[in-house]
């Protein structure tokens, strides 16, 4: 059973509450990292070289989703190396991510809203990838797939759920977006854990 919209935020506040910190600390990197490193040099006239950087460095987003993964499961404190777990395990990581960019890309040469409802479908690999190491690439991309059959439109709604907060980080200047960020992430990760134990109990599989 998928927890409503409010439920799971209400639980993202509860795996948040003493440890609001940490997870804006480790959002902080890792929007500095992806955005400012591969901006600067974007700026100063390596547009292709920073666009591999962003490429390259792809497993960090993984890190940030096992980081909240593994906190609302065990509810110890965020830590800075939690970012770099994707790449113990690089090109799974990597190779993965790319794969699930492709797909979304190509599906959306056909129209844009393929494409949109392809990246729900791929929305949970990466915590996929998390749960299960023995899977990689089509694996893991295809039992995403299958986990979100009859949920896309609940994440949708879930992330629409924010959209009052985002407007209000627009007139913090941004500032705002570092505590939103956690709020989200967080979201997500327990919306996960409801498709998780959905699926499994759909399948018999035990967990």
């Known amino acids: 059973m998928i927890r409503s919209a409010s439920e799971l935020r209400a639980a993202a506040r509860v ?3 003493g440890k609001w910190g940490g997870a804006v600390v480790i959002t902080l990197i890792y929007l500095v990292v992806m955005g400012v490193v591969p901006g600067f040099l974007s700026y100063e006239g390596s547009e292709r070289f920073s666009s591999l950087v962003q ?7 993984f890190g940030l989703n096992v980081a909240f993964l593994d906190n ?10 939690q970012l770099l777990v994707g790449f113990r395990d690089y090109t799974r990581v990597l190779g ?22 392809k990246a729900y479908s791929y929305a949970m690999t990466f915590y996929v990838l998390r749960d299960h190491p023995e899977l990689k690439y ?8 299958k986990m979100m059959a009859g949920h896309k ?12 907060w985002g407007l209000l ?13 956690p709020y989200m992430q967080a979201s997500f990760a327990h919306f996960y854990e409801d498709v998780r134990a959905d699926y499994e109990s759909r399948i018999g599989e035990v967990a």
Do not use: H
């Open 15 to 17: 795996s948040l509450s």
């Open 55 to 61: 490429l390259l460095l792809l497993p960090l987003a």
């Open 72 to 81: 609302i499961r065990s509810g110890a404190d965020y830590k800075i190396e």
């Open 96 to 117: 993965t991510a790319l794969l699930a960019g492709i797909y979304i890309f190509l599906w959306s040469l056909l129209l844009i809203v393929p494409g949109i409802i």
């Open 138 to 145: 089509n694996g893991a991309i295809e039992r995403s797939m």
């Open 153 to 164: 439109f609940d994440l949708f709604y879930l992330q629409l759920t924010f959209i009052g």
């Open 169 to 181: 980080c627009v007139l913090t200047l941004g500032i705002g977006y570092l505590w939103l960020a």
